[in-house]
């Protein structure tokens, strides 16, 4: 009588290759990267007052900050756009790259537990990291069209253009900017824990180089080629521009900054991958 031969849904093997990405095998586990989603809502609004309240309180209360140090005391420019919207809007795709860095550089460390427990794609968790800051960015995203409407009944001038249909496409690429060198830096923080504490003065130093608290037009022309070359910079300037019709659409530098988009992206998930293998013997 012949044995009749197992079959098996799911087969787990070691990866040989750190190239092996397996990025069909991240997909059949969607299930898994919204519960870490909702895992992460949760987590970060327990046993709070205000809860999700929060999502709108936070972006409300950076902005009138930045209103009253950059605008009203300063006196830095804002192309003709009343302070509180220009800042508002400057923040939104700020803030997202900012927190997918953030929480995707300690995604080994922090999850160091769970990963040495039980199977699943390790990149789940990341990915997961950047959908829940989107929560957040969608949230800005719509308080500034509100803001943006209520200014364009008191007779400020906001010029729209086709441009606003690219603006998912700079939502998408900010997602896939911060995934990418938020997971380098995960790769690096299992050996060397000093990144960890570098990431927050980074990423301020970081927006400082980047054109949201201030207008790239008030720069001088070698340093806003400069300023450009950061490949947030092209991202904020050309939402910017879509959204409220200020400067000018860099698509030159936007080119630069996509191909700089791609090739972080692919050195973090390479890494990421190679590191996974060993991490627990060093985190």
């Keep these: ?38 895992r ?15 999502f709108v309180i ?11 140090i950059f605008g009203n005391i300063a006196g830095i420019q804002s192309d003709g756009i009343p302070y509180f919207l220009f800042y508002l809007v400057g923040y939104t ?5 900012s927190t997918c860095v953030s929480t995707t550089s300690t995604t080994f460390t922090a999850n160091s537990g769970i990963m040495g427990k039980v199977y699943f794609p390790r990149l789940t968790m990341p990915i997961s990291s950047v959908l829940f800051a989107a929560i957040n ?17 008191k007779g400020c001038s906001i010029h729209l253009t086709l441009y606003i249909l690219l603006i998912p496409i700079l939502m998408f690429q900010t997602a896939i900017l911060g995934l990418g060198v938020g997971i380098i830096i995960s790769s690096m923080t299992t ?9 927050s003065f980074g990423l301020n130093l970081w927006m400082y180089l980047t054109p949201v608290v201030y207008p790239i037009s008030d720069l001088s022309p070698k340093f806003r080629t400069l300023i450009l070359l950061n ?3 092209a991202i904020v300037q050309n939402y910017k521009f ?14 630069v900054s996509q191909l700089t988009t791609i090739v972080l992206f692919m050195i973090g998930v390479l890494t990421f991958n190679r590191v996974e293998r060993t991490f627990m013997d060093t985190v």
């Excluded at 795709?93 to 790259?97: A, G, I, R």
């Excluded at 800005?140 to 364009?152: D, E, N, Q, R, V």
Aim: no cysteine; glycine share 2%; charged share 20%.
């Design 1 to 38: 009588m012949k044995q009749r031969k197992a079959e098996w849904d799911v087969v787990i093997t070691p990866k040989r290759k750190w190239y092996s990405l397996n990025l069909n095998e991240v997909f059949r586990y969607k299930d898994l990267i919204i519960l870490f989603v909702k």
């Design 40 to 54: 992460s809502f949760n987590s970060q609004y327990k046993q709070t007052v205000l809860g999700p309240m929060w």
């Design 58 to 68: 936070n972006p409300l209360l950076t902005t009138f900050i930045s209103t009253l």
């Design 93 to 97: 795709l700020w803030n997202y790259f």
């Design 137 to 153: 960015m969608l949230v800005i995203f719509a308080m500034s069209i509100i803001t943006m409407i209520i200014y364009m009944f």
């Design 191 to 199: 050996k060397y824990r000093d990144l960890a504490i570098l990431v």
């Design 231 to 233: 490949p947030m910079s």
């Design 242 to 255: 879509a959204l409220l019709g200020i400067g000018d659409m860099e698509i030159k530098y936007w080119i």
